[in-house]
């Protein structure tokens, strides 16, 4: 694991400190290093993770729009994203 981080010092700008573990699995709120304990992601992956990780909803609709398109520009329309926003503004 040191191995790792000493290289990813060498290979990123050291714009922020970095916790010393290297994550290898998530499921749910938790996530694992390498060195297998657990830990509670309180980060949520900075907020892109808030259902958590590798919920089977959420990975069964990354892995079927994948296999369609993942992602254009906003300069373009996309049938999801109207259909999200249609979703979003019903409910809110």
């Known amino acids: ?8 010092s060498q290979l990123f700008v050291g714009t922020y400190t970095r916790f ?20 509670l ?7 892109v993770c808030a259902l958590g990780h590798c919920h089977p909803a959420v990975t069964a609709a990354i892995r079927r729009q994948a296999g369609e398109l993942v992602h254009v520009s906003n300069l373009f329309y996309m049938q ?4 999200l ?4 503004i019903r409910h809110s």
């Open 41 to 47: 992601d309180f980060l949520a992956g900075i907020a």
């Open 85 to 88: 926003a249609r979703l979003l």
């Open 20 to 39: 010393p573990a290297v994550m290898v699995r998530g499921e749910g709120c938790r996530l694992w290093d390498m060195a297998g304990r657990e830990y």
């Open 1 to 8: 694991m040191t191995e790792l981080i000493d290289e990813a």
């Open 80 to 83: 999801p994203q109207i259909e």
